[in-house]
């Protein structure tokens, strides 16, 4: 004997998009529920009669408790009264995978070599309309299990993503190489061009995702053309670090420069002569050295020089030096007239260089004449 009352509700997984219960030809007083993000639809003799959203429902039929059984002697024991119940879970389901089953040729606009290239990725995806996508897809089946709803769009997907990323690629002259740059483009016109698609049948397309250009590897010339694009590239960024590795070597030289130049001018600073006085030495060290050392003549004009030039220091040496010159007199050479006028000329130079001063020139140009008169 039937139950007096049946209880129906969802017993399916989430990742089920239509279940129908196993109960069918229930009586009078069988409770329906139905839960948050479902439908339920009741079907009566073959006909969609009634839409239930979530909430407890005593279902009304023509399958009356103890008179029933009497009247199914006339069907031979089948209710001639044939009820059953569809659950539609409205979730959004999440990470369905979707794939090309074969590859798209193209030409690649940048090389111009033939490619074969296909695409994957995942999308989300829930039911709205639960009578369009029942009677539409559904039928006479039990469940209806998001692999098995794919499949039913699979021929929407091959012809617009192969057809859109081909076209797009050519229009745009995306390389094969630089194709990932464009998936998130990609993903946002092929979800455009397939929502109403899915429409048709009462499914939102709530995202779409191309995740993955699946590339001809292990082809020769794809991988001899992928060689050659990343090479030059590779050599680009090593020409751009030597040229910054040259800059800063550069940089650290100047920097060197200039510290050793700053050390030098403190030093100077501390002993207390510049830089010109320090080239007045250079020069007087040269002219002593160039007129035979040893002449105490010589190292009067070398060492007056310092004295003009050097300050104390050389004012204290030149001292010396003109004293011992006054105590030693060396004998005059045999051609008095043509030493001192070598002698007068090199003072000359010495005083348009600003060694020394017009007043020095003069006092050491009259003492190489008393030496010679």
Not at 5 to 19: C, H, L, M, P, R
Not at 24 to 39: A, K, M, P, R, W
Not at 188 to 202: K, Q, T, V
Not at 276 to 288: C, I, K, P, S, T
Request: glycine share 8%; proline share 3%.
């Amino acid at each position: 004997m039937a139950p007096i009352a049946d209880v129906i509700k969802y017993e399916g997984d989430n990742s089920t998009f239509i279940w129908k219960h196993p109960s069918e030809d229930f009586n009078s007083l069988t409770q329906l529920v139905v839960h948050e993000s479902q439908e339920a639809i009741f079907f009566m003799n073959g006909q969609a009669l009634d839409l239930f959203g979530p909430g407890r429902y005593t279902l009304e039929t023509q399958n009356i408790p103890m008179i029933g059984k009497f009247l199914n002697f006339a069907t031979g024991g089948v209710t001639p009264f044939h009820c059953e119940v569809y659950f539609i879970n409205k979730t959004e389901q999440m990470a369905v995978k979707w794939g090309t089953d074969s590859k798209v040729q193209y030409i690649d606009p940048q090389y111009g070599f033939p490619l074969a290239i296909g695409a994957s990725g995942e999308m989300s995806i829930r039911a709205e309309d639960s009578r369009k996508l029942l009677l539409k897809l559904v039928g006479t089946e039990s469940i209806l299990g998001q692999e098995r709803l794919v499949s039913f769009f699979r021929a929407f997907l091959m012809t617009r993503v192969k057809t859109y990323i081909a076209q797009y690629m050519k229009n745009n002259a995306v390389s094969i190489f630089e194709i990932d740059e464009h998936l998130a483009a990609f993903s946002e016109a092929l979800h455009r061009l397939l929502i109403p698609d899915f429409d048709d049948y009462g499914v939102v397309l709530e995202r779409f995702f191309v995740t993955n250009v699946v590339k001809p590897e292990g082809d020769r010339q794809y991988e001899r053309f992928r060689d050659l694009y990343f090479r030059q590239y590779a050599d680009i960024a090593e020409a751009k670090l030597r040229q910054q590795e040259d800059i800063i070597h550069a940089q650290t030289e100047a920097q060197k420069t200039v510290i050793a130049s700053q050390a030098l001018a403190t030093k100077r600073a501390q002993e207390g002569y510049t830089y010109a006085q320090e080239r007045g030495f250079d020069v007087a060290e040269n002219v002593a050295r160039n007129e035979a050392v040893g002449q105490f003549t010589n190292m009067g004009i070398g060492l007056g020089t310092m004295a003009g030039v050097g300050g104390a220091v050389g004012g204290v040496v030149g001292g010396a030096v003109n004293n011992a010159m006054n105590t030693v007199q060396p004998a005059p050479p045999a051609d008095d007239t043509a030493a001192f006028k070598a002698k007068v000329e090199k003072l000359s130079a010495m005083k348009e260089a600003g060694l020394i001063t017009e007043e020095e020139f003069a006092q050491m140009k009259a003492k190489l004449l008393s030496e010679i008169l």
